[in-house]
């Protein structure tokens, strides 16, 4: 199977996550609560041991530990300003920044683009770390989607239209994944960059969008399952090494 088939596969499945927002709308407010605090404890778990336990190794394969660690820094950097400038992740079912629903739409679709560049790069540097990048951008999404379709709702439009948007910017990470295809034919440099940078993306996620998640709850027990599902999503990563 070639990686163009990985790569089109992988970006699929990523982008069908954006369908699950619809499974939410039989559940309580209080019941979404608890099953985002899991989601987002094992996809900080996901992405931090995507980051230090394939990512970086892999790209420092390709280039020195000072030219690796520079971009994974840039990387960092321009998650910030990109989550800044263009859009926000929302774990509640209501989120007061996306107000502006489709400013929301256009910042998913670049976010869904960078991560088909992402998996694409992967994929073309080897087959396990791509399911391993997979596997950590689909831990993120779900969070993600839910908290997403509840914003376009929030913000106006209806359960179904929110729906189809939402699978439409979920879909550009299929194109973000071709064009990475194609473009790392053309230019030899392509892992050297996108490994480290999407190292760096995944790590701002984690630390500075997901984790501080985990420490607005101050009930013991569920403290305790969202730090378990955290230790989960880093395991995982950790035994997708030996596959």
Known sequence: MSSLYWIIAATLFV??????GIFTLSLSARSLKKILLV?????????????????????????????IFSILILGFIVFFLLEKILWRHCHKDHCEIHSFAFLNLFGDAVHNFIDGLILAAAFLTNIQLGIATTLAVAAHEIPQEIGDFGVLVYGGFGKK????????TALTALLGGVFGYYLSSYMDNTMIFLLPFAAGGFLYIAAVDLLPELHKETDKWKTTFSFGSFIAGIVLMWALKFI
């Not at 982008?15 to 699950?20: G, Q, T, W």
């Not at 996809?43 to 000072?66: K, N, R, Y």
């Not at 239209?161 to 439409?168: D, G, H, S, Y």
């Open 15 to 20: 982008s069908l996550i954006s369908l699950i």
């Open 39 to 67: 989601l987002v404890g094992f996809s900080a778990g996901t992405l931090m041991g995507g980051a230090f336990l394939h990512l970086v190794p892999e790209s420092l394969e390709f280039s020195s530990p000072d030219t």
């Open 161 to 168: 239209k929110a729906l189809v948007l939402n699978l439409v």
